[in-house]
């Protein structure tokens, strides 16, 4: 099982992007990179996930180097709505190796 | 999207009653659903996978008879917590898994938990 590293929190001022970065070191060939948003008293929901390169989609991009041991959710021109803890988790997506969630990162959008 | 609920949202009981907490998913199957608990300012814990006519795959740690999964059918888990006592207190998040090429999970809204 894979192991991330976040950085406990982020501030932000609204309208910039903010990048976050996620380390795992440990990845297996087979492990897909996911990405998690959640607000206080409210279940985690799905941003977005990726193998390598880059993904995009209508809320985020997730960029992959190509030795994959890190990502990064960019999240563009972040507003006070966005402000979230948000997890990356990494497993081979067979229902068991991708449910470990790290310390998180929080987000604070500043106006 | 998958929709998975709920029910109830928060609960407040006495200590040493038991607490049922329903997982359904609303517009899919789903043959595993997964169980967290998530105490203030911390992370999500895995407590339990729950298998659909099977038993559950408890984490280490977590106390199976005390917290008690039932996974009657393909779109209903249930976890019951038994003589609950204030440390149970905490917020209850359950998942359920879409089967596709990337096995997606999709996660209830949680229910908070507190015991008096």
Redo the contacts between chains.
């Keep these: 099982l894979a192991k991330t590293t976040q950085p406990i929190s982020m501030d932000s001022y609204e309208g910039q992007e903010v990048n976050i970065t996620c380390s795992h070191n440990n990845i297996a060939t087979n492990d ?1 990179i996911t990405w ?1 948003q959640q607000f206080p ?6 941003i977005i ?1 990726g193998y390598k390169t880059k993904v995009t989609n209508e809320v985020a991009s997730l960029f992959i180097p190509a030795d994959r041991k890190s990502s990064t959710l960019s999240l563009p021109r972040v507003s006070l709505s966005d402000t979230a803890v948000y ?1 990356c988790l990494v497993g081979d ?4 190796n ?7 990162t929080r987000l604070t959008v500043i106006p | ?1 998958a929709v ?1 609920s ?1 029910h109830p949202s928060r609960v407040i009981c006495k200590s040493g009653t038991s607490v049922k907490i329903e997982c359904r998913s609303l517009d899919f199957q789903a043959t ?1 659903m ?1 169980w ?1 608990r998530q105490f203030p300012k911390q ?4 407590m339990a ?1 729950s298998n659909e006519g099977s038993k559950a795959t408890y984490e280490q740690g977590v106390e199976k008879d005390k917290f008690l999964i039932n996974h009657a059918s393909l779109t209903l888990s249930t976890l019951t917590v038994t003589s609950a006592h204030p440390e149970d207190s905490s ?1 209850y ?3 359920a ?1 879409l089967a596709s ?10 229910t ?1 938990l507190t015991v008096l």
């Design positions: 897909y998690y008293s409210q279940g985690p929901r799905f996930q997890y997506n067979t229902g068991a991708n449910l470990f969630f790290g310390t998180g | 999207g998975v709920q595993t997964f967290y992370s999500l814990m895995l996978t917020f998040i359950c998942s898994e090429s990337y096995n997606e999970q999709f996660f209830g809204p949680g908070r």
